[in-house]
């Protein structure tokens, strides 16, 4: 296509533009039907076998899996934004994405994993056949990710895995686990640490769904209790495991700050404004209102612009380790104050729920409020990414 780094232009390219439409005419004809809950959120069991064919067609048809080796199914010279077009066109589309963390296990394994990891797991993936899960957090770690406890103990050609993991998010229909379990307990904390892929159907493994205050059931806890890990599901080398996550934290963290989602909540604000009323009139004929809204427009787009400004540094080499955190936090954020604001405009209506008389959007404003808390707090809470911001990027004292 005669492109060069140097012609990068984000939003003018016309092979992203041709890239859009593909997405969405290929979820417009063929994308599972999906309710219209916000956020990261786990399936039903019976919607799982259309999930899982969906995401093969997304992978057949080289919309993802684009930066994986040629040999298992990536692209020669794969445009750099991709992925996060594809993923961003997926939500504007109200379209599901891939069930799982796939993604981030693949992106483990293409950089870290052995040729026979990748000749096994890579077509798996791709397929739909394997759903992943991600087995990081801990109930008593908190953000602190290091801080993890789960052991695994070496014993011949295999692992013995004890602990506990928390929010694992499709832990119930996952077929294999990203875990991380600390093998070294007297090495530094960011050290000693090594990921293995897990089969979630090891003896040992239980899985405990958690009942959310949205009323959905998201996340769950597992639990491993002397679980055996062959040592060639080891990804990367025993006791560097800290290295293999940092690409897949990274992901997980400027794609949950490209606030594609805020454009179809801003829509949903602005036909919200003028289907509820304040004494007896319109709540867009409100001087208030109407500045609030303004508001709400200037914050979105300038949430689209800091983390498309985050895209064209790393694309040209001068990326910063904070530009993920100020996008990850800004978006949370604001997402917060937009559904908070849209709950409190509906007075007393607000508290009515799905189902209720009188609710507007079948209860999707009521939902959205209660996930949206949740944004602050998954990859990274916005109080531990301030501190990365501060000392990392800023070189403040701790």
């Known amino acids: 296509m005669g492109r060069t780094e140097g012609d990068l232009h984000l939003?003018?390219?016309?092979?992203?533009?041709?890239?859009?439409?593909?997405?969405?005419d290929l979820a417009a004809q063929h994308a599972p039907p999906r309710h219209g809950?916000?956020?990261?959120?786990?399936?039903?069991?019976?919607?799982?076998?259309a999930l899982r064919n969906?995401?093969?067609?997304?992978?057949?048809?080289?919309?993802?899996?684009?930066?994986?080796?040629?040999?298992?199914?990536?692209?020669?010279?794969?445009?750099?934004?991709?992925e996060s077009v594809v993923v961003d066109e997926l939500i504007r589309a109200g379209a599901a994405g891939p069930v799982g963390c796939g993604l981030l296990a693949a992106a483990a394994i293409v950089a870290s994993g052995t040729s026979a990891q990748k000749e096994f797991f890579l077509p798996r993936?791709?397929?739909?056949?394997?759903?992943?899960?991600?087995?990081?957090?801990?109930?008593?770690?908190?953000?602190?990710?290091?801080n993890l406890r789960t052991r695994a103990r070496r014993g011949g050609d295999e692992f013995v895995v004890d602990g506990q993991k928390v929010w694992?998010?499709?832990?119930?229909?996952?077929?294999?686990?990203?875990?991380?379990?600390?093998?070294?307990?007297?090495?530094?904390?960011?050290?000693?640490?090594?990921?293995?892929?897990?089969?979630?159907?090891?003896?040992?493994?239980?899985?405990?769904?958690?009942?959310?205050?949205?009323g959905t059931t998201d996340f769950n806890e597992v639990f491993l209790d002397g679980v055996r890990i062959p040592a060639t599901q080891v990804i990367g080398e025993v006791n560097q495991g800290w290295a293999v996550t940092t690409t897949s934290l990274a992901l997980e963290r400027s794609s949950a700050g490209s606030g594609a989602s805020l454009f179809g909540a801003l829509n949903r604000l602005v036909r919200l404004?003028?289907?509820?009323?304040?004494?007896?009139?319109?709540?867009?004929?409100?001087?208030?209102?109407?500045?609030?809204?303004?508001?709400?427009?200037a914050?979105?787009?300038?949430?689209?612009l800091v983390s498309a400004f985050g895209d064209s540094r790393a694309l040209h080499g001068a990326g910063d380790i904070a530009d993920a955190p100020v996008s990850k936090i800004l978006f949370s954020e604001i997402n917060l104050d937009l559904h908070e604001f849209g709950l409190e405009l509906q007075g007393?209506?607000?508290?009515?729920?799905?189902?209720?008389?009188?609710?507007?959007?079948d209860g999707w404003w009521q939902d959205a409020f209660l996930y949206a808390r949740a944004f602050t707090i998954a990859g990274g809470t916005n109080e531990v990414l301030r501190n990365v911001i501060a000392e990392r990027a800023l070189g403040l004292p701790r």
């Open 11 to 24: 939003g003018q390219d016309t092979e992203l533009d041709v890239l859009r439409q593909r997405v969405r």
């Open 299 to 304: 914050d979105v787009h300038v949430n689209a």
């Open 54 to 82: 969906w995401t093969g067609l997304l992978f057949a048809e080289q919309l993802l899996g684009v930066n994986w080796p040629v040999e298992y199914g990536g692209l020669a010279n794969p445009h750099p934004l991709h």
């Open 168 to 214: 694992t998010t499709n832990g119930q229909h996952a077929d294999w686990g990203y875990l991380l379990a600390r093998t070294d307990p007297d090495a530094p904390k960011h050290a000693g640490i090594t990921v293995f892929a897990l089969d979630m159907k090891t003896p040992g493994v239980s899985v405990r769904p958690l009942r959310e205050i949205t």
């Open 37 to 49: 809950r916000t956020g990261v959120r786990a399936p039903e069991a019976h919607e799982i076998p």
């Open 273 to 297: 404004v003028g289907e509820v009323t304040r004494g007896g009139c319109p709540a867009i004929d409100c001087d208030d209102v109407r500045q609030a809204i303004g508001g709400f427009v």
């Open 348 to 361: 007393h209506d607000g508290v009515r729920i799905e189902g209720d008389a009188h609710v507007h959007d």
């Open 125 to 146: 993936i791709r397929s739909g056949e394997d759903i992943w899960c991600q087995l990081f957090s801990e109930p008593d770690a908190g953000s602190d990710l290091a």
